[in-house]
């Protein structure tokens, strides 16, 4: 089986950050202001730009949002 993985981002440049300095990931193929392929893993992973409110399915009325989704945090109690 061979995958790929498309991320939706809002900024293009903040993500190649991102996944070059977490995952120790490098750009492959840059398709201009469009988006990145990025490599060093087993799976490329594209980085492709869309805007903010843009529709996230040509049939769905949810839009896109990069506000920050919930992720469950350990507590501690004491």
């Not at 089986?1 to 440049?13: K, Q, S, Y």
């Not at 903040?14 to 799976?43: D, N, P, T």
């Amino acid at each position: 089986m061979n995958l790929l993985i498309n991320l939706d981002v809002d900024d293009l440049e903040k993500a190649v950050h991102f996944y070059s300095s977490v995952f120790g990931l490098r750009v492959g193929r840059s398709f201009g202001a469009f988006g990145v392929e990025m490599v060093g893993s087993s799976a490329p992973i594209y980085l492709l730009v869309k805007a903010p409110g843009t529709p996230a399915l040509p049939t769905a009325s949810q839009r896109r949002s990069y506000e920050r989704h919930w992720t469950g945090q350990a507590r501690t109690h004491g």
